[in-house]
């Protein structure tokens, strides 16, 4: 019986040790300004949705339109050189709108960097370390579109400019 038990206590010791002791793979690209954007988008919803999870919330699901309407938001901030939720004097959800996106709640992050501080996992962490965007990327949203433009703004060329798109289709 002793035995058995000792056998017991070690299985049960082993499963919880790997699910303690095991971290998750990073998010591919998290660390490479350089790689394509859509790839680095990918990681940065990577990282959105394990940092959701990871608390207990649902992950975010992509839709296609929403990805376009933040791909467009970050073009617009380049275009019109403006950094700002108005870029170009459009409203925060205009591209919502555009991209025919029905929302009931929405909300917007927008950031941007160059060189290495340019990095999905740079940028994350800086939302993250931020009340009102944390509350974007914990909130009671839905859905995220994610949007990255590289381009000269504010003087600083080769800017990685970021775009996240919150909605919620349902009240």
Same mark, same amino acid.
């Given at each position: 019986?002793?035995?058995?038990? @000792?056998? =017991? !206590?070690?299985?049960? *010791? $082993?499963?919880?040790?790997? #699910? ?6 990073? &998010? ?30 649902? @992950?975010? =699901? !992509?839709?296609?339109? *929403? $990805?376009?309407?933040?791909? #467009? ?6 275009? &019109? ?91």
């Amino acid at each position: 019986m002793i035995a058995g038990t @000792a056998f =017991a !206590a070690a299985a049960l *010791l $082993a499963l919880l040790g790997a #699910r303690a002791g095991t971290a998750a793979a990073p &998010c591919p690209h998290q660390g490479d300004a350089g790689a394509a954007a859509g790839l680095q988008e990918q990681a940065m919803l990577c990282l959105v949705n394990r940092a959701r999870t990871g608390r207990g919330l649902a @992950a975010l =699901a !992509a839709p296609p339109a *929403l $990805a376009r309407a933040a791909d #467009r938001k970050s073009a617009d901030i380049i275009r &019109c050189d403006e950094f700002s939720h108005k870029a170009c004097g459009r409203d925060v959800t205009f591209w919502f709108d555009r991209v025919g996106y029905r929302y009931c709640s929405a909300a917007e992050n927008i950031a941007y960097a160059s060189g290495s501080s340019s990095t999905p996992r740079t940028i994350f962490k800086l939302w993250m370390n931020s009340a009102g965007h944390r509350q974007n990327i914990l909130g009671p949203y839905r859905d995220i579109g994610i949007g990255l433009r590289v381009g000269a703004l504010d003087g600083v060329g080769n800017a990685h400019v970021w775009t996240q798109e919150f909605g919620s289709r349902d009240c």
